[in-house]
């Protein structure tokens, strides 16, 4: 008789993981952010759809107040499947950011695009600077600030790609000279936009907020081991469905079973015909993040955890000392990596 599959209920505690990915340009870079506050009027917080609690960093709000602020949540279309619970979910985030206005964006999608513009126009006209509405986008590492900026460009005065985007985060280290994204023209003022480099949470308290972050592409795949990033991917993806990987292997909660039967049906061998793991883990996390393996998000959205992420735990000042140490590890292990 057929046994039903069981997915796992939690995700082991992984205390090793590292907590902090704060590099020495992200604290550049937010330091030149806030000396570039008092000409700025509005602050545009990019932040990743897939995990709308966990990618909310704390210091760019402690840092960057005291300006009008449009949250945006990008990467809709990774996170996207059933339409009624992302409406619930999309309505308890406006809720939670009011009296901010939130939206929801595919950087491909136009009528997305056509919403950030047109809150654009409404501030530009809402303004009585005659130099034109300054604005900056800012973010964690990789949520596609850049690539939301060359969208704005695209449909907003119909100019090609300025700013450099790619898969990993850090591809934006500088801010960038500003762009115009509206053009008086067309009866309007100008709306110029800053690209600023991805920040990091300087701690991340928690390992599976890290291992969420670090699917998502916020860090660089060489901090976390792949096969433990895709150990959690399974585990996700068995929570949202284990058919998911049904065209590789029958719904399972062993990575290396669910790896070797991947890199069999790919052809991710190493000599001798031994299963490739580690490539193959990495092309599973690949493959999610291109919306290949389910587009469903990492975050458990509701009142409860929304206040906890609203109202984090202040980190003791023994965690604090210790995410100093941590954060001078990481970023000697990233340079040594070319992160
Ligand atoms: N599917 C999807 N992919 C997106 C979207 N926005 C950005 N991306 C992809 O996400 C990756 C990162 O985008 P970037 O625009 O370079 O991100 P960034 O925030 O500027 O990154 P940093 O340089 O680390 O600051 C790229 O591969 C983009 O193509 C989106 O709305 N949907």
Not at 3 to 10: G, I, Y
Not at 225 to 233: F, V
């Amino acid at each position: 008789m057929a046994t039903t599959f069981a997915p796992r209920a939690a995700f082991p505690v992984l205390d090793s993981l590292p907590r902090s990915y704060f590099l020495g340009h992200h604290r550049a870079g937010l330091s030149k952010m806030k000396t570039l506050l008092s000409t700025t009027d509005v602050i545009i917080e990019c932040r990743d759809y897939r995990v709308p609690l966990t990618s909310r960093n704390p210091l760019l709000e402690e840092s960057l107040g005291g300006r009008a602020r449009l949250i945006v949540y990008t990467k809709r279309d990774l996170g996207c499947a059933e339409r009624g619970n992302n409406l619930k979910r999309e309505r308890l985030l406006q809720k939670w950011h009011h009296p901010s206005p939130v939206m929801f964006s595919d950087h491909k999608e136009r009528r997305d695009i056509r919403r950030i513009l047109d809150f654009a126009r409404e501030q530009a006209a809402n303004s009585s600077t005659i130099t034109g509405t300054r604005m900056m986008v800012v973010g964690m590492p990789n949520v596609g600030k850049s690539s939301l900026l060359n969208a704005l460009r695209g449909l907003g005065v119909g100019k090609g790609r300025v700013a450099r985007t790619g898969a990993q985060p850090g591809v934006t280290r500088k801010i960038s000279t500003s762009v115009k994204i509206i053009d008086c023209s067309e009866g309007d003022s100008h709306v110029y936009l800053l690209d600023t480099p991805g920040v990091f949470i300087p701690y991340v308290p928690d390992a599976t907020a890290m291992l969420k972050l670090a699917l998502c592409g916020c860090v660089k795949d060489s901090i976390i081991a792949p096969t433990t990033l895709a150990d959690y991917l399974l585990f996700q993806m068995n929570k949202a469905s284990p058919t998911l990987y049904s065209e590789f292997h029958e719904p399972t909660n062993d990575i290396l079973e669910l790896l070797t039967a991947i890199a069999q049906k790919t052809g991710r061998l190493q000599k001798g015909g031994t299963p490739d793991i580690e490539s193959t883990a990495i092309w599973m996390i690949q493959r999610w993040r291109s919306g290949g393996l389910g587009r469903f998000i990492l975050d458990d959205v509701d009142a409860e955890t929304i206040n906890e992420a609203a109202n984090p735990v202040a980190p003791s000042l023994s965690q604090a000392r210790k995410a100093g140490k941590e954060a001078i590890r990481v970023r000697n292990a990233a340079r040594y990596a070319g992160g």
